[in-house]
């Protein structure tokens, strides 16, 4: 067994991110027909591609009904980038229910939130660890955020339960790239010509060269976050996303995806409302600014992003305004290729099989 593994057969109920918003996950798993224990009277089984956690007020309650699942087998599900932070111990913006390092920081954006005690994170995390990076069967293809041929050939020779020691692996190698090349001077000099922190918002950066040959790096180099984050290329044009400026941006790689079977991912806040400001960045507008919000994509009409931006609910709340309407957390059915959102509305996928 690798970090690629057998997706079950059967019909499938593929859920989004959930970025620790219960009331939405609990809401949607009822309204797909599901007891808390994740069984299903038709025999359906759940499969999530990952980002359980971080920034929504309860990621304790959201792993605590899903990690059971996993564990007796009922569902299934690959590691987000979200999940890879978690075992990796890198405290990143919105994990403060977890890690005490971004607990006050994070309060003004994300709070209130629930944290988890601490003698509940072993179990967890042992749980996580176990999970694939992508799952495969003839006639579906399930991964986070890109499936890349190279990449995915990296990933299926690596065993099971290796995704953090195998990522740490990568990014020592892109650590060593970047020494080489001197890039951590680099920055601190460009640091120095711009004092302001790269989390502050209201603070925009010039285009910093270092910073972005360093993210890009790294990006590319470590296949596991390839297919955990996404494919990448340098942004001349800084933009705010996920917590701090960003010097690199995502590519639609599904452009290029000329397989025959088709791949399902989240991770990239897709809107559902047409015309609605992306809740993550201009770089919504360069991957899905053409794209209708039920609609299959890429270069053969076979890649479906489902995250619809459930994660942006903190967003809401923070301006005052009704966190669901604009935020919606999703399931695709399988084969029926039919959305179901967290308020119990359905709506039929569009264009599938459509080249572009």
């Not at 579906?140 to 692996?169: C, F, K, N, T």
């Not at 390839?226 to 917590?243: I, K």
């Not at 994509?297 to 931006?309: E, K």
């Not at 903190?314 to 669901?324: C, H, S």
């Amino acid at each position: 067994m690798s970090l690629v593994q057998p997706l079950p057969s059967g019909p499938l109920d593929i859920v989004g991110d959930i970025h620790g918003e219960i009331d939405a996950l609990e809401q949607l798993l009822g309204h797909l027909g599901y007891d808390p224990e994740g069984r299903h009277p038709d025999g359906r089984r759940l499969v999530f591609v990952g980002d359980f956690c971080d920034r929504g007020p309860d990621s304790p309650a959201v792993l605590n009904l899903i990690v059971p699942m996993l564990a007796s087998g009922k569902a299934s599900a690959v590691l987000g980038n979200h999940e890879i932070n978690l075992l990796r111990e890198d405290a990143k913006d919105g994990s403060g229910w977890f890690f005490d390092s971004r607990r006050e920081s994070d309060k003004p954006k994300y709070g209130p939130f629930a944290r988890l005690p601490r003698a509940d994170a072993p179990a967890i995390l042992a749980e996580l660890g176990r999970l694939p990076i992508a799952l495969e069967r003839e006639d579906l293809r399930i991964v986070h955020a890109a499936w890349r041929p190279d990449q995915i050939a990296m990933a299926r020779e690596l065993p099971a339960g290796s995704a953090r020691q195998a990522y740490d692996r990568y990014e020592d190698a892109a650590a060593r790239q970047a020494r080489a090349s001197r890039v951590a001077e680099r920055m601190q000099e460009e640091n120095l010509r711009w004092p302001h922190s790269l989390e502050d918002p209201k603070a925009p950066p010039p285009f910093l060269a270092a910073h972005s040959e360093n993210e890009l790096a790294k990006a590319m180099v470590n296949p596991l976050k390839v297919l955990t984050t996404g494919v990448e290329r340098e942004c001349r044009t800084p933009f705010y996303a996920g917590g701090k400026w960003r010097f690199v941006e995502r590519v639609a790689w599904w452009d290029e995806y000329a397989d025959d079977t088709a791949v399902i991912v989240g991770h990239y806040w897709r809107r559902l409302l047409p015309g609605d400001a992306a809740a993550h960045g201009a770089q919504a507008e360069n991957l899905f600014g053409h794209t209708t919000p039920l609609s299959w994509h890429g270069l053969r009409g076979n890649v479906f992003c489902v995250d619809y931006s459930v994660g942006g609910r903190w967003v809401a709340r923070l301006n005052g305004e009704d966190p669901q309407r604009r935020f919606k957390l999703a399931a695709m059915r399988w084969p029926e290729r039919t959305l179901v959102f967290d308020d119990g509305v359905q709506a039929g996928s569009e264009n599938f099989g459509q080249t572009s």
